[in-house]
C-alpha cells in the first residue's frame, strides 16, 4: 500500500492504487498527468519513495498496457470523466464503451473515473502533448464538439456507469470522482441511487462530490467499504444513516470547509442517527476526517454504542483540540479500540502525549504526530 497521499483536501492514492490493484492511466491526458505530478511531489518532499506508476515513460507504459490488455483484471482501468479528442469532447461513457470493446468487460474488476470536468482546461490541455508518441488505447472517430456544462460532467459519468453495468458484471471496486479538489463545487447533487441498484456485486464504492451523493436505496448487500470525499449535507447523512449495508465494515467521511466550525443542530442530529443507526452491523471501521467540529462529533460518538464495536477510529486532519482528546481519555468505550488515527491535531503537546500514553498503556495502536495541524 502506498502512503497516503494529500495533495489538498483530500487523498491521492486512488491514481496509484485502488481496490487492491495498481492503476493504469488507460487515457493519458495532461490532466490526469498533473495529478500523477502534484502526488509525486508530496511524497518527494517528505523524502518517501514515488512508486514508478506517477512517473511518465514511454517504455514502462507500454509494457504496463500491453500487460493490462492481456490480463484486464491485473489493474484498476483509470478513465477520464472528459477529454478532447480529434477535434471533440468524450465522455466517461464514451471511454467505458470502447473499454468494454477492447477488452471482456467481464475480466474488469475495478474502475476510476476522474481527471477534470472543465471542458475549456480539457481544450487547452490537448495542445500540450504529455509525452512523445505514446501508446494510445483508445483510439476512436470524434467525439461530439457539443460543449456539456462542466457541472454536468459528473452525474453524466455516474448515468454512463449505471447504463452500462451490464458490460462489467464482476466489477467489484470503483470511485467516481477523482477530480481536482478546486472542483469539487462543479460535482454536486449527484444521484448514485440508479448507479448502486444496478451493481449489486460492488464491493468498494468511493466518491468525491460536494454535499455528498444522494443515495436513496433501502440498502446494499455487497458494500464492504464506502468512502465519501467532500462534506456531506445532513439530508443525505440521514439517507446514509437509514441505508441498510450489513456487510459494511469501512465508512470513511472526508469533509471540507462546507461545515462551519461550530456544529449546528441539525448536523448534530445528523450524525446522531449514524452513529445510534443499526443498518451497519458490521461496521468496525469509521473514519471522520477533515472535519472541523470534531471535537463534537467525539462527544456524540462517546455517547453512542458504536465505539464498542469499533476496531479503528480515524480522527485525522481534523481541528481535534484538548476538550475533544479529554473526552476520547475519560470515555472508557475507545479503549477497545485496535487502532486510533489523530494525526495533523490541534491538540497541545502535553495533551498529545497523555493520549498517546494512555491508549498505548491500554494496548491501543495510537498515533498522535503532526501536532498543530503540520501538514
Do not use: K
Not at 99 to 105: I, N, Q, T
Not at 301 to 321: H, I, K, N, V, Y
Amino acid at each position: 500500500m502506498t502512503t497516503e497521499i494529500v495533495v489538498s483536501d483530500f487523498p491521492r492514492n486512488h491514481i496509484v492504487e485502488f481496490g487492491g490493484l495498481p492503476v493504469l492511466d488507460a487515457v493519458p491526458s495532461r490532466g490526469s498527468r498533473d495529478l500523477r505530478e502534484n502526488a509525486a511531489e508530496v511524497l518527494e518532499r517528505r523524502g518517501e519513495p514515488v512508486p514508478a506508476a506517477l512517473v511518465p515513460g514511454e517504455g514502462p507504459d507500454a509494457a504496463r498496457l500491453r500487460a493490462a490488455l492481456d490480463d484486464p483484471g491485473s489493474v484498476a482501468w483509470w478513465l477520464p470523466l472528459v477529454s478532447w479528442e480529434d477535434g471533440g469532447f468524450r465522455y466517461a461513457g464514451d471511454h467505458l464503451r470502447e473499454l468494454a470493446r477492447r477488452v471482456d468487460g467481464a475480466d474488469v474488476v475495478a474502475l476510476v473515473l476522474g481527471g477534470t470536468v472543465d471542458h475549456r482546461r480539457v481544450e487547452d490541455d490537448a495542445g500540450r502533448p504529455v509525452a512523445e508518441a505514446r501508446p494510445q488505447v483508445f483510439v476512436d472517430p470524434p467525439g461530439n464538439p457539443y460543449i456539456d456544462d462542466d457541472a454536468a460532467v459528473l452525474s453524466g459519468a455516474v448515468e454512463a456507469m449505471t447504463e452500462l453495468a451490464g458490460e462489467f458484471p464482476n466489477l467489484r471496486a470503483l470511485f467516481v470522482g477523482e477530480i481536482d479538489d478546486a472542483q469539487i463545487h462543479l460535482a454536486s447533487g449527484v444521484d448514485v441511487t440508479p448507479l448502486l441498484a444496478a451493481l449489486p456485486g460492488l464491493t468498494e464504492f468511493e466518491m468525491c462530490a460536494e454535499g455528498g451523493p444522494e443515495i436513496g436505496i433501502r440498502g446494499h448487500d455487497g458494500l464492504r467499504r464506502l468512502a465519501l470525499n467532500g462534506a456531506v449535507h445532513t439530508d443525505a447523512l440521514h439517507r446514509l444513516a437509514a441505508c441498510r449495508m450489513p456487510a459494511l465494515e469501512r465508512l470513511e467521511l472526508w469533509s471540507s470547509e462546507e461545515f462551519s466550525d461550530a456544529q449546528d443542530p441539525d448536523e448534530r442530529a445528523a450524525f446522531d442517527a449514524l452513529f445510534h443507526g443499526d443498518a451497519h452491523p458490521r461496521l468496525r471501521h469509521l473514519g471522520l476526517r477533515d472535519f472541523t467540529f470534531v471535537d463534537a462529533m467525539v462527544g456524540q460518538l462517546a455517547g453512542s454504542p458504536l465505539p464498542s464495536r469499533l476496531e479503528g477510529l480515524d480522527l485525522s486532519r481534523g481541528a481535534l483540540t484538548d476538550p475533544g482528546a479529554r473526552i476520547l481519555l475519560d470515555a472508557g468505550a475507545f479503549r477497545g479500540l485496535a487502532r486510533l488515527d489523530l494525526r495533523y491535531h490541534y491538540m497541545t503537546d502535553e495533551m498529545a502525549e497523555r493520549v498517546r500514553a494512555a491508549f498505548t498503556g491500554a494496548g491501543v495502536e495510537v498515533d498522535v504526530r503532526h501536532g498543530r495541524r503540520r501538514r
